[in-house]
């Protein structure tokens, strides 16, 4: 599989920041309805929170696409491989639509 970044280029420091942070978030939500389910708390109180932690997995792939055409599909296009990073980018979306 041919790389999606220049090999200079990443996620800009305070995306992947930010997104470390969202998914330590995650994290210690998925492990709450652990907790809850081991608690036997209601079912409609874990539901609540399974669809919490689904937003906020989207909030993630949200924020890592933004991140990664800001960064990585900028600069490819600024190198004159512009049609590569957009084949990339479209592969990527469709593997992650086809699994949500």
Same mark, same amino acid.
């Given at each position: 599989? +041919?790389?999606?970044?220049?090999?200079?280029?990443?996620?800009? @420091?305070?995306?992947? *920041?930010?997104?470390?942070?969202?998914?330590?978030?995650?994290?210690?939500?998925?492990?709450?309805?652990?907790?809850?389910? %081991?608690?036997?708390? %209601?079912?409609?109180?874990?539901?609540?929170?399974?669809?919490?932690?689904? %937003?906020?997995?989207?909030?993630?792939? *949200?924020?890592?696409? @933004?991140?990664? +055409? @800001?960064?990585?599909?900028? @600069?490819?296009? *600024? %190198?004159?491989?512009?049609?590569?990073?957009?084949?990339?980018?479209?592969?990527?979306?469709?593997?992650?639509?086809?699994?949500?």
């Amino acid at each position: 599989m +041919m790389p999606t970044c220049a090999p200079t280029v990443y996620l800009d @420091e305070a995306v992947e *920041r930010a997104l470390t942070n969202r998914l330590n978030r995650l994290e210690g939500q998925v492990r709450g309805i652990s907790r809850m389910l %081991s608690e036997h708390q %209601s079912c409609d109180d874990i539901l609540v929170q399974v669809a919490a932690v689904k %937003s906020a997995v989207n909030g993630v792939a *949200r924020a890592l696409i @933004e991140g990664h +055409m @800001e960064t990585c599909v900028l @600069e490819r296009v *600024r %190198s004159g491989e512009g049609e590569a990073a957009f084949e990339s980018l479209k592969g990527a979306l469709g593997q992650y639509l086809r699994h949500t």
